[in-house]
Each structure stands twice: as structure tokens, then as C-alpha cells.
């Protein structure tokens, strides 16, 4: 089992882990080697080094090894089984405007192979992470653990200066679009044409998902649905709005995001959605 992160509250502490399996934690910085090791877990073989270089190395001393066939074949039986349960749940209508699952699915399918994905958001970008299939290493670019919001825009910029001929995709919450939507302004001055997809639901609803059922008050979640289009448009980049009365043009409109983007400019597609029981019980607060 490869976890790719330290012992925090993403592996709850250790609890995860089972107490009848070997671990091999590998980590350059000790403490965060034995991030609180002996509470719920503890490694069975603890190395101070680089995880890249370990694995590299770990790989070519098991050449020739195969595992049983029966457990990477029930792990595939696994992403099946959510997979398909994820597509029937994306095919679900919801109360208003469009499920978030199905438009995740519709730019998952039309991106580009050389796409890079830069996530920037909660509940949307949540999702995503379960939707969207990231095209190889380095292609998926996110805040990281501690929500540190409003990183998309920077990141995006750097990703096209850097990669020119991939498609540069920013999937935003409509939350965190406000911290940077203004470098919409930036993308149009030097030339980097990417391609935002902003799930707008009018909420903070990564943090009202958890703070209604605790505190039973959505204070300070609600937003309003905000024509981020046409700011887009008075940055100089090309705006869409997206939502029940055009959803049966969301894969043309899609595409004519990608042909913009060709042709130099940048290009936002505000999509209004509406809400689902998806990920219920996600931790926020």
C-alpha cells in the first residue's frame, strides 16, 4: 500500500493502517518520518531518505518479482466498482441548475493529453479529484493539505510559461475564484492562454457541508451566482455561462473553450451547478 503522504489527519493519524500490516515509511525530515508513530501506527522499517530515489532503487532490486495475480486484479475490481458508481451519480438530476459530477465528466473526456490540471477550490475541487484523470507526473498542481486557497491563477501562469504547448486547465471552486480571477488581466498582457472551469454553486460549501450540521447556521458560506463571464471578458479573455438552459451544448461550448485557448485567448467557462450528496461527511472544519 503507497500512501504518498506523512501520518497526519489525511491518514487519520495512523488509523488507517492496519495493525497487521508492515509499513515502510520513508521520508527525508525524521520528525515527519515518525509523525506520531506509536499512537496508531508505528513502521516496521523507518528510512531517513529520499521516497523518488527509494522507489527507483526498490524497483529494479524486485526485477523479475510479480505479486499474485488476485490482488492487483481486486484492486482494478475496486476503481471499477467506484468508477461506476461515480458515473451513476453524475447521471442523477439535481434540484437546480447541473450536477457538478457530470460537467467534471464532460471536460475529463474532452481535455486535452497533454493537459495540465491546476485545482483551486474545496467542494468542486473535491470532486474533481475523484473525476478528473490526471495525464501524467507534474500534471496535477493543487494547494496542497492545508487549503491554501487562491494559488490557481499563479500556478496556472507558471504551467503555460513553462509548458506553452499543453493545455493549462484551472478547475475552481467559485470561492477561491475571487482571490485570483483578476489575473484573467495577467493571462491576456503575456500571451498564456488557459482554460478554467468554475463550479458555481453561490457557496462556500466545502465548509457549510460541515459547519450546517455542527453549528446549524450557514453564516458567511452563501455567495451569489456571479457573472465571472463577463469579468472574464473585460480582462480581455472570452467568458461562457453555462447552465440548465444550454447543458445539452456543455461539449461544444467545451470545445470552443479549447479553440480559443489555440488561438491565443484565455477562456473561462462559468458553470452553474447545483448540489448533490456526493462526498457527504467530508471533513472541512
Excluded at 61 to 73: A, D, N, S
Excluded at 105 to 117: Q, W, Y
Excluded at 168 to 189: H, K, M, N, P
Excluded at 266 to 276: E, P, Y
Aim: with cysteine; aromatic share 8%; net charge positive.
Amino acid at each position: 500500500m503507497k500512501h504518498g503522504t506523512v501520518c497526519d489527519f489525511r491518514l487519520s493519524y495512523g488509523r488507517v493502517l492496519s495493525r497487521r500490516s508492515k509499513i515502510i515509511a520513508v521520508n527525508r525530515d525524521k520528525s515527519q518520518l515518525l509523525k506520531n508513530s506509536d499512537m496508531f501506527w508505528k513502521p516496521t522499517i523507518a528510512i531517513q531518505g529520499d521516497a523518488g530515489s527509494f522507489i527507483v532503487r526498490l524497483s529494479k532490486g524486485l526485477k523479475g518479482h510479480r505479486c499474485p495475480e488476485e490482488w492487483p486484479q481486486s484492486l482494478k475490481a475496486g476503481d471499477s466498482t467506484k468508477e461506476n458508481a461515480n458515473r451513476a451519480k453524475a447521471n442523477e438530476k439535481t434540484e437546480h441548475h447541473l450536477n457538478p459530477l457530470k460537467v467534471l465528466h464532460h471536460v475529463d473526456e474532452l481535455m486535452a493529453e497533454d493537459s495540465i490540471i491546476v485545482a483551486d477550490g474545496g467542494d468542486f475541487v473535491g470532486s474533481a479529484a475523484y473525476i478528473m484523470r490526471p495525464r501524467g507526473p507534474l500534471r496535477w498542481l493543487d494547494p496542497g493539505a492545508f487549503g491554501t486557497l487562491g494559488v490557481g491563477g499563479g500556478f496556472a501562469l507558471g504551467a503555460k510559461l513553462c509548458r506553452p504547448e499543453s493545455e493549462v486547465w484551472i478547475v475552481y471552486g467559485d470561492g477561491s475564484l475571487g482571490y485570483s480571477v483578476a489575473e484573467y488581466d495577467t493571462f491576456t498582457r503575456h500571451k498564456t492562454p488557459v482554460i478554467s472551469v468554475v463550479g458555481n454553486d453561490a457557496c462556500w460549501s466545502q465548509i457549510s457541508r460541515e459547519q450546517v450540521p455542527i453549528l446549524g447556521s450557514n453564516v458567511a458560506c452563501g455567495l451569489a451566482f456571479t457573472d465571472y463571464h463577463i469579468v472574464t471578458d473585460g480582462y480581455g479573455g472570452k467568458g461562457y455561462l453555462v447552465g440548465r438552459e444550454n447543458e445539452d451544448q456543455l461539449s461544444d461550448i467545451i470545445k470552443q473553450a479549447q479553440r480559443e485557448a489555440k488561438e491565443g485567448k484565455a477562456t473561462l467557462l462559468n458553470v452553474l451547478i447545483g448540489k448533490t450528496n456526493f462526498r457527504e461527511g467530508s471533513i472541512s472544519v
